[in-house]
């Protein structure tokens, strides 16, 4: 990186404040990026045990109360949205949306994660950015609806529709170790996955680049069928192949269910082409390679 990027980048870092509203798995990932950098960043939380987590990272807390957020959006540059929407909408929108209006001109850089479910069922077909939303659950439509109501609040607003997100501790080991792992065969079936420091690295790289208004598919390279990712948990793992299962006859919960309602394959050009992102794990073998690696490293080695 230019000597130059790298003191504009450290500027960035000195006066930047992050407001993370639903300070999750992938906003942690974040944090852990700009903290170092010099970044303020403060999380919102319903939890009282989880906001001491967040203190104890770094990451100041702030309730999901009205009055405490407008308190921390004082000087904020940035905000980032995990937030999902329920049945009667955004919830971010419905307890801050006046505020976040009244404060637009403050904020350099507004981030919604969405997701890829937005685009609905392809048949195993590429979907892009530009493909048209036909969601086929109830989840996807109102990450839909979500999206077009941030769309609506003249912020500098980025969207990054995730695929399916792993990471430290959400990874296949646990249940492959176990003996609960099953590999789930419906014929066509693919999905497309990110490891969650990818997604920060994306997250970062559109701070550094904004361009609002634009739309980001955050995957990686390989779109998979799922029980090829659990063989591949169980090789890496030494241990038996788990059970082949038809999904007609798995036994599975309505949600998990409905995940294999949908198959596509999500294209991450954007990524690439605009924000210059090169992915530390373009496929899930690399990415379950680094996780089993660091689940196996002695303490300190790290």
Request: with cysteine; proline share 7%.
């Amino acid at each position: 990186m230019a000597l130059a990027t790298l003191v504009a980048l450290s500027h960035l870092g000195c006066m930047a404040k992050l407001i993370s509203f639903g300070h999750g798995f992938s906003a942690r990932a974040l944090s852990h990026r700009l903290l170092p950098q010099g970044w303020t960043i403060s999380g919102t939380t319903r939890d009282p045990e989880k906001a001491e987590r967040l203190r104890g990272e770094g990451v100041v807390p702030v309730p999901w109360d009205r009055s405490a957020i407008e308190a921390a959006l004082e000087g904020a540059t940035h905000l980032l949205i995990s937030t999902g929407p329920t049945e009667s909408g955004d919830p971010t929108l419905a307890l801050m949306g006046d505020a976040l209006r009244a404060r637009a001109a403050q904020f350099d850089w507004v981030g919604y994660l969405s997701t890829t479910g937005v685009y609905g069922d392809h048949g195993g077909a590429w979907v892009d950015e530009a493909t048209p939303l036909t969601p086929g659950t109830e989840r996807g439509q109102r990450r839909v609806e979500a999206e077009a109501h941030w769309a609506k609040q003249d912020l500098a607003l980025h969207i990054f529709r995730l695929a399916g997100i792993y990471g430290p501790g959400r990874g296949p080991f646990a249940k492959v170790r176990n003996g609960t792992a099953r590999r789930i065969i419906k014929p066509g079936q693919v999905f497309s996955r990110i490891h969650v420091e990818d997604i920060a690295r994306v997250l970062e790289a559109s701070i550094n680049r904004p361009n609002p208004g634009a739309v980001y598919n955050v995957c990686d390279d390989d779109p998979a069928p799922p029980q090829d990712v659990i063989s591949y948990a169980a090789h890496l793992l030494d241990l038996p192949e788990p059970p082949a299962v038809d999904f007609d006859k798995a036994e599975m919960s309505p949600m998990a269910r409905s995940f294999y309602a949908e198959s596509k394959r999500v294209r991450n050009d954007t990524i690439k082409s605009e924000l210059g992102v090169e992915l530390l794990y373009p496929d899930y073998r690399s990415g379950l390679q680094a996780l089993l690696a660091d689940e196996t490293a002695e303490p300190g080695s790290t």
